[in-house]
């Protein structure tokens, strides 16, 4: 009985193992390896056989930026793994806001999207979250006879949150104007998005 248990727990430590290796290669092992492709030809990137292997990697990035994707990445699994601390959900959420708050001016210094209009998104996109953790973290510590306050808080998210979906709505539109459209230049439609989500 006692081997029988031993075993049993041998092999979950043996599962645990692989799924941990597995998780590793996954999110780890086989980004960086694309980084460091990309990397070696790094000045080679605009030529064709490359950007069709490779271009969705890089091509809405300033060239000085070809590897900004896969600091987008690397932030995720710095998020997944800061949800999976044993910390307390509070600190949790502060330990997200910390990163994300360092990604948000890292960004905003070197915006490193091609297009204006790529930088805001993704730059706003990043505020919302920050802000929807932080109104949360908000309504929780609100006593009880201030409840109010959280409601206005969660009021003020949820537009700040449906200001942003129509910046999304907008763009996408245009987008797919763009598609259908062979009669207006990219670059006019480009600035009129631009125009059109400032005025939002």
Do not use: C
């Given at each position: ?120 998104l993704n730059l706003e ?34 537009l700040y949150s449906i ?31 631009e125009k059109s989500i400032?005025?939002?």
């Amino acid at each position: 009985s006692t081997q029988s248990r031993s075993s049993a727990a041998s092999d979950v430590y043996k599962r645990q193992a692989i799924s941990t290796f597995g998780q590793v290669l996954i999110l780890l092992v086989i980004p960086g390896i694309s980084l460091l492709t990309l990397y070696i030809r790094r000045n080679r990137l605009n030529n064709d056989d490359n950007i069709l292997k490779y271009g969705f990697l890089y091509l809405d990035y300033k060239s000085n930026y070809f590897f900004w994707e896969f600091i987008v990445s690397f932030l995720k699994i710095i998020l997944i793994f800061a949800s999976l601390l044993d910390i307390g959900l509070r600190f949790k959420l502060l330990t997200i806001v910390i990163f994300l708050t360092i990604y948000y001016y890292i960004s905003a210094e070197l915006r490193p999207f091609v297009h204006k209009i790529s930088n805001d998104l993704n730059l706003e996109s990043t505020s919302v979250f920050i802000s929807t953790i932080i109104v949360s973290l908000f309504a929780q510590a609100v006593p009880k006879h201030l409840r109010i306050l959280s409601y206005l808080a969660y009021i003020f998210m949820a537009l700040y949150s449906i200001k942003f979906l129509l910046k999304l709505i907008v763009l996408f539109t245009y987008e797919k104007y763009i598609k259908v459209s062979d009669k207006i230049p990219r670059w006019k439609i480009i600035l009129w998005v631009e125009k059109s989500i400032t005025l939002l």
